[in-house]
């Protein structure tokens, strides 16, 4: 009798994708399209552009009194946006 090496393809195709490079960049895409899930509709609504550099995730807002706002908060929207992603994807947030 022979034993089978039986694995789940999750795992299989997540164990490609970091032997390859490409499971951060796949996790920091998955964060920017989840910011207006995290921040909520009206402050998606205020959001011109999303991008992560470096581990800090930046979000340009049209709306400088928000900006101020969203900057006293940024640990809080730092953990949950990596509590959304699942792992510790950013460690800072800019509002521009």
């Known amino acids: 009798m022979f034993r089978r090496d039986v694995q789940q ?8 994708l970091r032997d390859q490079g490409l499971e951060t960049p796949l ?7 989840s910011w207006p899930e ?8 205020y959001t011109l552009n999303t991008y992560i550099i470096n581990q800090t995730f930046f979000v ?3 709306s400088p ?3 101020a706002d969203l900057s006293l908060r940024r640990q809080h929207y730092v953990q ?3 509590a959304q992603a699942g792992g510790q994807i950013i460690t800072d947030i800019r509002f521009c």
């Open 9 to 16: 393809i999750k795992d299989i195709l997540l164990r490609n």
């Open 27 to 33: 996790m920091q895409k998955r964060l920017v399209e």
């Open 38 to 45: 995290v921040a909520g509709e009206l402050i998606a609504s």
């Open 60 to 62: 340009h807002l049209s």
């Open 65 to 67: 009194a928000l900006r």
């Open 80 to 82: 949950l946006l990596n």
